[in-house]
Each structure stands twice: as C-alpha cells, then as structure tokens.
C-alpha cells in the first residue's frame, strides 16, 4: 500500500501529558489540542515528503528510508535520524521519541509517539 494522500486528524490520545514530557508550554497545547491538522504524503520510491499542517504552523520533512537526514520534531528542533520501512510502518528514533506511523488499511493512518513511558497516539482518515 502507498502512504501518498492528504489525511485528516480524526482523534488522539494522551495529547497533554505527552506534551508536557516534551516540554511544550500550557498556553501551546491548550491551543494545539483542538486543532485537527492535515497530514500530507508524496512517495516515490524510498523518497517521501510529509507535510503537517496544523493550524498556521506547517512542518515538512524529507527523508530517504535507511538514510540519515534532518528531520523537524514535533517541537520544531531540528534532529538527525534515520526512517526505517517495515511493510506498512514508517519508523523512526529522534531524541528519545519513538515514532510509528502505520498505514492500517486504505484510509487510515496511525501515528505513535513514545517519549518516557508517555505514548501519544493519532488516528488519521484519509480524505
């Protein structure tokens, strides 16, 4: 299956305490938990380009699987790291967080954040 799609925030879990273990400001997630952001996916090959729109903040990476690159973590730093392709999962490691994003079927797409113990899941349908 191809990630390549628009996909809509449809629900999440464990938003605030993830946030806060990441250091993200009170005032940022109260604004940040309501807003359904819009994940878009171009693949081509081992090339993909994922942009995240979520509100006015937009974060676009570029990556090549198994080659490192710098990558925008969801707290805007700048981090080296390396994506990996198992089936239909995308993973990487950036700075103690785990991530997985999952093509589930067709339309659904489940990204898994792990930092600490803290795990923040998002379920995005696509659209």
Do not use: C, W
């Not at 390549?4 to 305490?17: D, M």
């Not at 993200?24 to 081992?46: N, Y």
């Not at 990558?71 to 390396?82: A, P, R």
């Amino acid at each position: 299956m191809s990630f390549t799609g628009k996909y809509q925030l449809e629900s999440q879990e464990n938003f605030e305490p993830f946030m806060k273990a990441l250091g993200i400001p009170d005032d940022l997630i109260q604004k940040g938990k309501d807003l359904k952001s819009i994940s878009e996916i171009e693949e081509a090959g081992d090339n993909f380009k994922v942009t995240i729109t979520t509100g006015s903040n937009v974060i676009t990476n570029s990556f090549t699987i198994g080659q490192e690159t710098e990558l925008q973590s969801i707290t805007g730093e700048k981090i080296k790291g390396v994506v990996h392709r198992e089936g239909n999962k995308l993973k990487v490691s950036l700075k103690g967080i785990e991530s997985t994003t999952e093509l589930v079927d067709a339309n659904t797409l489940v990204n898994t954040m792990t930092a600490g113990g803290n795990v923040y899941k998002r379920t995005s349908k696509r659209m």
